[in-house]
Each structure stands twice: as C-alpha cells, then as structure tokens.
C-alpha cells in the first residue's frame, strides 16, 4: 500500500529484500449520529467533519483520538492500530449534554407533544442537546408549534394558544341604499352589502346623511345567515341644516323682504289715502228741483265733475 513504510534492500538493479516497516489497518467510527457538528482529530495531525468520516486507512500502532460536537463533552480515546485490522470505534457511551426544557401555555388542559411524544405539561423534561418539534394544542384553539433549540442549561417557553373565531353571515339592504354600515361602531361597508363577522352579539347602525340613524343592539351573529332590510327614515332638521346659509344670500333675503315690506306699506297708504278722500268729497250733483234754464227745459239730473261749479239760471241769462 502506498501509505505503508518499507525498507528494500538490493544491488545495482537487483532487489534482494523489501521489509515492511510500518503498516496500517483501518479505524471504522460507529454510533455517532447522536453528535451534532462533530469533528474527528486523530494525533493532532488529522481534521475531519464526523460526518464525514466512515473510515480511514492509518499507520499501526497507537493513536490518540479526539471527538468533540456542539452537544456533548469531548471524547477522547486512545486506540491500537494492528497491521491488516479493522478499529471499530464506538461512540455510544459518548456524553451528550442535557438541558431542562419547561413549557407552559396561556390557557389550561392543553396536549403537549415533543417531537410527537406526549409529555405532561408544566413539569421539567431533560433532553440532549439539539432541536424538538414542540407542539400545544387545545379544542377550539389554534395550534402551536415551534422549534425549539436546546443547547443550554434551561430553557423556557410559554405557549400563547389563539381561540378559534367562527365566521356568520351578515346582510343588509336599506331604502334608500347608499347608507353606511357601521358593526360595533366600526364602518363595514355601504349597503346594500354581506360580510364576514365573528359570531356573537354586535350592534348595527345605518347611516345616511338626510336620513335618521337606525339602530339595532344586541344582534346574535350565529352560524345561518343574518338577514335585514332596513328603511331610513327622513329627517327633516338634518335636511334643513344642510341647505345653504351664506351671509351673501342671507343679506339680498333679508332686503328682498323688506323692499316688498315696504312697497306693500306704501301701496296700502296711498290707498287708504284715496279711499278717505273720496268718502269726504261733496256728492256734486244736479238735484231735480234746480231752476229750468232759458227754454224752460229742466236740467238732467247727471253728476257733475269734480269741483265744476254748479251755474244758476241767472247767471246764464246774464252770460247771455
């Protein structure tokens, strides 16, 4: 082998002994998958990863062999090599560090699994160095898993399990659609319109601007679906307040008003004023018993205008 140490002996081309000086055998690791990141030397001159490692060809004779891994306390050994053997080094009875692993939860009467073995929760559980699938579960609660590394002392950790929240139906229409709704104070959608609440008792509102609020307490959302049709009433001061108010249009209102007030004032005094002086006006008219004029004929009896005087016999005889 090329490995082995020979002496030969011989003349010129001629070989006449070859001895073997130092030989090797075989040195064969078993038992080591319990040791995370392990790593092999061998007399100090020889690195290996242990994983790695299944055999090697050495030297006969004695070696020293160390083994060291994240999770257990340095091996080592010494070993003999004879020539043409296979070494089988077991590494069973190495030591693994151990850890105290305590796990708790936020809710009570909880399962708790380590890497699919049921454990009683609460109590300190010593395992070796490494990682664990922990599992916590509990009906109608989400299950909780993590990977937990132990690779110290002890190690805490505390389960926080998540109630499971069933879903109902919601749906509302309202006359007139458009309006907000509102669960629990919380704006969900506009109507009309379905959504997903958790089951329970909620309030409802709907709102809509020119419209009442309708309001529902105590609600039960429940696993059928839950089902309203709501009409709004009018509201007639939110309608009134919503109507413009400038100071602008207010101003040319308010002097509309009170030129009408005042043409309307002015018209009844004129009026009032006419209609007086008419009733105080002497009735001028002709009576039947006025004196004939020169042909002898009475006058008619027709009214007279305003302020014509009335003429005498006489005076018309002399204008004559």
Known sequence: DSMDIVTIKGYSNTVYSIEVVKSHGILKIINKESIRDGVIEIDTDVHKNLSDFTEMKIHEGK???????????PFSQEILINQDEDYQLDLSSIQIKTGVLIVTANVKDVTLTVNGKTEKMGEPLILDYGTY????TKDEYHDYEEDVKVDKDEIKIKAELKKIVKKGKLTVSSTPNGADLYVDNSKVG??????????????????????????LSSVDIGEKESVYNVELQSDVTTSSQSVNTSPDIQNNTQNDSQGTNQ?????????????????????????????????GANQPSDAL???QPVISENEQQSGQ
């Open 63 to 73: 070696h020293k062999v160390v083994v060291k891994g994240s999770n257990c306390e």
């Open 263 to 295: 043409n309307n004032l002015q018209n009844n005094t004129q009026n009032s004023t006419q209609n007086n002086t008419q009733n105080n006006t002497p009735n001028n008219t002709v009576q039947d018993n006025e004196p004939s004029n020169a042909n």
């Open 305 to 307: 205008s305003d302020n």
């Open 133 to 136: 699938k922990v599992k916590v």
């Open 190 to 215: 506009i109507t009309p319109v379905s959504v997903e609440v958790d089951r329970g008792t909620h309030t409802i509102t709907v709102r809509k601007l020119g419209y009442k609020d309708f309001y």
